[in-house]
């Protein structure tokens, strides 16, 4: 059994409008809702072998908000991701090692709500419990998708996924919206 974790990125900041996308920073919201998904991750023990982060300086800036780790897992950038859309994070998913355990992708929207969708398959279309209907409907900056999987990586893809949790910033004890 695997575990996918998926995590858009916190709140960026807009402040400055002559930035390029790709370095827009994180809005002082953003920051904390990033170190609150961090306790809570250490909390309930979610910590990945593998962390797949987009380059862009937001999905980064979320990354190290999750630091330190209690064990240290591989980190990669990856320009690919970079708004990236579901099939192209299949794609990479494929590409993992069977050796890994746990990834965490950092990523963004539309392609990390797709891709959840996407893997919780059937579970999508009945809605079986309170994660599974907040997540369809929608996933916000900072939000968390944790899936068990039960396939090999080189074989996910639609359906293979089941939805464990679903945690939110604004519902964190010291996030934010």
Do not use: C
Request: aromatic letters at 4%; a negative charge.
């Amino acid at each position: 059994m695997h575990q996918l974790l998926l995590l858009r990125h916190a709140k960026s900041s807009w402040d400055d409008p002559k930035l390029d996308d790709r370095e827009r920073p994180l809005a002082p919201r953003g920051r904390q809702a990033a170190a609150s998904m961090r306790l809570v991750m250490r909390d309930t023990g979610l910590a990945p072998d593998l962390v797949l982060v987009s380059a862009a300086r937001r999905t980064r800036e979320t990354a190290e908000a999750l630091e330190p780790w209690d064990e240290t897992p591989l980190i990669e950038l990856l320009d690919e991701l970079y708004l990236a859309e579901r099939d192209s994070l299949i794609r990479i998913l494929n590409g993992i090692a069977v050796t890994v355990r746990s990834v965490l992708v950092v990523a963004h929207n539309p392609g990390l709500h797709d891709l959840a969708l996407t893997l919780a398959g059937a579970q999508t279309a009945n809605h079986a419990d309170e994660d599974m209907r907040r997540l369809s409907r929608g996933f916000p900056t900072g939000a968390l998708a944790e899936f068990s999987i039960a396939t090999s990586w080189d074989k996910l893809g639609a359906g293979g996924g089941r939805l464990q949790r679903f945690l939110v910033p604004r519902d964190l004890p010291t996030g934010s919206a």
